[in-house]
C-alpha cells in the first residue's frame, strides 16, 4: 500500500493490496487464515427483516453500551464531516446527517446489520477521489451493496492477514499523532482527559473510556 501510493493516486491502495494477496495465496496455495475459515461464507443476499424479542433485562444490559455506541457515532460522524469541510471548503448540516444515520442504522438492524457511522478514513479517501456531493456517498453504497451481492464468493478468500496490514496503515491516517502531540502541549485538564481516555481505552475497551 506504502509502495502503490506513490504511483497512482486514483486508485484505492487497499485494493491492490487485496487483489494480490488474494491472488498469491489462492495461486500458491498458502496456509493462512482467511475470511472464510474464520467467519464463514458472506451472504449473498438480505435477511427478511425481523424485530427482536425485547424485555427489561435485554434493555438493561444494553442500554449502557447502547449509549455509547449513539454517542461515539456521533462523534466520529460530525467529526469525519467537519475534516470533509476543512478539506472542501464546506458546511456540513449536523441535524439531517444524525437523523439520517440514526434511521438508516434502526433499518439496518431489522436485517441483521449493525451499526454504522461516517468514517475519517473513507471520507478523506472519498474527497481525495473528487467526491463533493452525497452522490459520491450514494455510488459508495451501492458499490458495497454490489460487492456483497455479486463478489461475495471471492471476497471470502481474502486473507486476514492483509486485512491486519491495512487496518494498521488506516490506524496510523486516522491517529491523528501530531494533533495528540500539540494537546500534550495544552492545558492541563485537556492533557487529563486526553491521557484517561487513552490509556482507558487501550486497557480496558472504548465502552469504558467514553
Given at each position: 500500500?506504502?509502495?502503490?501510493?506513490?504511483?497512482?493516486?486514483?486508485?484505492?491502495?487497499?485494493?491492490?493490496?487485496?487483489?494480490i494477496?488474494?491472488?498469491?495465496?489462492?495461486?500458491?496455495?498458502?496456509?493462512?487464515?482467511?475470511?472464510?475459515?474464520?467467519?464463514g461464507?458472506?451472504p449473498?443476499?438480505?435477511?427478511?427483516?425481523?424485530f427482536?424479542?425485547?424485555?427489561f433485562?435485554?434493555?438493561?444490559?444494553?442500554?449502557?453500551?447502547?449509549?455509547?455506541?449513539?454517542?461515539?457515532?456521533?462523534?466520529?460522524?460530525?467529526?469525519?464531516?467537519?475534516?470533509?469541510?476543512?478539506?472542501?471548503?464546506?458546511?456540513?448540516?449536523?441535524?439531517?446527517?444524525?437523523?439520517?444515520?440514526?434511521?438508516?442504522?434502526?433499518?439496518?438492524?431489522?436485517?441483521?446489520?449493525?451499526?454504522?457511522?461516517?468514517?475519517?478514513?473513507?471520507?478523506?479517501?472519498?474527497v481525495?477521489?473528487?467526491g463533493?456531493?452525497?452522490?459520491?456517498?450514494?455510488?459508495?453504497?451501492?458499490?458495497?451493496?454490489?460487492?456483497?451481492?455479486?463478489?461475495?464468493p471471492?471476497?471470502?478468500?481474502?486473507p486476514?492477514?492483509?486485512?491486519?496490514?491495512?487496518?494498521?496503515?488506516?490506524?496510523?491516517?486516522m491517529?491523528?499523532?501530531?494533533?495528540?502531540k500539540?494537546?500534550?502541549?495544552?492545558?492541563?485538564?485537556?492533557i487529563?482527559?486526553m491521557?484517561?481516555?487513552?490509556?482507558l481505552?487501550?486497557?480496558?475497551?472504548?465502552?469504558?473510556?467514553?
Open positions: 500500500m506504502l509502495a502503490f501510493q506513490k504511483f497512482a493516486k486514483k486508485i484505492p491502495e487497499s485494493i491492490i493490496a487485496i487483489l494477496s488474494t491472488i498469491v495465496v489462492q495461486l500458491f496455495k498458502i496456509p493462512v487464515d482467511t475470511i472464510e475459515s474464520n467467519f461464507v458472506i449473498n443476499s438480505f435477511n427478511m427483516p425481523s427482536p424479542k425485547v424485555d433485562n435485554t434493555i438493561q444490559a444494553l442500554i449502557q453500551p447502547a449509549f455509547a455506541i449513539a454517542l461515539l457515532g456521533s462523534i466520529e460522524s460530525l467529526l469525519s464531516a467537519v475534516v470533509s469541510d476543512s478539506m472542501i471548503g464546506g458546511k456540513h448540516r449536523s441535524n439531517i446527517e444524525l437523523i439520517a444515520q440514526g434511521a438508516a442504522n434502526v433499518a439496518s438492524s431489522l436485517f441483521g446489520g449493525i451499526p454504522a457511522t461516517g468514517a475519517i478514513a473513507r471520507t478523506a479517501t472519498n481525495k477521489n473528487g463533493r456531493t452525497p452522490i459520491a456517498s450514494i455510488i459508495h453504497a451501492f458499490i458495497l451493496l454490489a460487492i456483497m451481492l455479486l463478489f461475495g471471492y471476497a471470502k478468500l481474502i486476514l492477514s492483509c486485512l491486519a496490514g491495512i487496518l494498521i496503515i488506516v490506524a496510523y491516517h491517529s491523528e499523532w501530531r494533533q495528540f500539540s494537546i500534550l502541549k495544552g492545558s492541563r485538564m485537556d487529563i482527559i491521557l484517561t481516555t487513552f490509556l481505552t487501550v486497557i480496558f475497551d472504548l465502552v469504558i473510556a467514553i
